[in-house]
């Protein structure tokens, strides 16, 4: 790195003194890092904001947006700090660089220094903007490159070995997080389960419900069950399914129960794979009460990464059990019922049985 690069690079800023600093300089590299708020004027600002420099008793520093305004401050309409243009040109020159070779392993510090900017400084924006962590962003391009190995028939240690682990113990160590299973079951697309599953008639349509001896892995809706049973075979392919009408009645029960309103919470065990990410999302929806909607920027807000909206969205477009993990429930931020898997009909009739049932009970 020559001596033009490092005077881009942002010091940290640990201390409320560091901060004041950054804060008098109006250093532009403190940007992102942290806000500052003025007690006088109930607003918050970006460090590099030109506004009239505050008295130094007044203020004080929020590490995020979300925390100055829980703390009753508003965003400055000068400096904009709710807006992230500068740092998202920032991540997406991360973002490019870690792209331009999934394969390669880069330490937080290797790639700081290659968008000038501090490691502790990167490692908080690209978390928040990104709404996971470098480390994690370069584990999912592995893991993808080696869901697309699997995909073409690849064998393992050939998979291992394009999508850049260094060695099969760290493959196996790492992948499932992001592939929901481990290579060679998602290889095998259910190779050596059991999966019973049955269809029935519902106000919804037809249901098609499927478990393994651990739990359901499979709640879907459509208009025949030829489809359903056809998709169902696609999703395991090399397992052994068996229709089991008997076996999969008390599953039945549920939904049936749960759509005509007499029931508002399910009692099924699950065995169904997940990425960390969609899990977080998953266990996010199953706590939104019965009756009732979140945004998709809600939940990204609840998971702690407001950016992260897209990928809220495909983690709820995701989910293998409707219902069950009620992802139904999820609208956009203008209260437009959209994107639902199984149809947006389906999505309106279910929240219609909800707000009705819940006014009565």
Known sequence: MNIAETSHIAPHFESDDDRWQAVTARDRNADGA???AVRTTGVFCRPSCA?????????????????AERAGYRPCKRCQPTSLPR???????????????????????????????????????????VGISPRQYQAAQRAGVLRDALQRGRDVTRATHDAGFGSPSRMYEAAPAELGMTPSDYKRKGAGLTVRYTTADTPLGTVLIAATDKGVC?????????????????????????????????FV??????????????????????????????????QIPYGQTRSYTDIAETLGSPRAVRAVANACGSNPVALAIPCHR???????????????HRKETLLDTERKTAKTS
């Open 51 to 67: 506004s009239r420099a505050p008295r130094r008793e007044n203020v004080e520093f929020f590490m995020t947006t979300q925390a």
């Open 253 to 286: 029960a549920q939904v049936r129960a749960y759509l005509s309103g007499t029931r508002e919470r399910f009692d099924l065990p699950l065995d169904i794979n997940a990425t960390a990410f969609q899990r977080r999302v998953w266990d996010a929806l199953r």
């Open 87 to 129: 740092e998202l040109a920032i991540i997406e020159r991360a973002c490019k660089v870690l792209d331009a070779d999934p394969q390669q392993r880069m330490t937080l510090a290797q790639l700081s220094d290659a968008v000038h900017i501090s490691p502790f400084h990167l490692q908080r924006l690209f978390s928040r903007i």
């Open 218 to 250: 499979k709640i879907s809706f459509g208009d025949d069950s030829t489809t359903l049973i056809d998709q169902l075979a696609v999703d395991f392919a090399q397992a052994e399914r068996v229709e089991n009408a008997r076996a999969m009645e008390p």
């Open 330 to 344: 999820v609208i956009g931020k203008d209260g437009a019922i959209a994107g639902y898997r199984w149809g947006l």
């Open 34 to 36: 942290f806000f500052f």
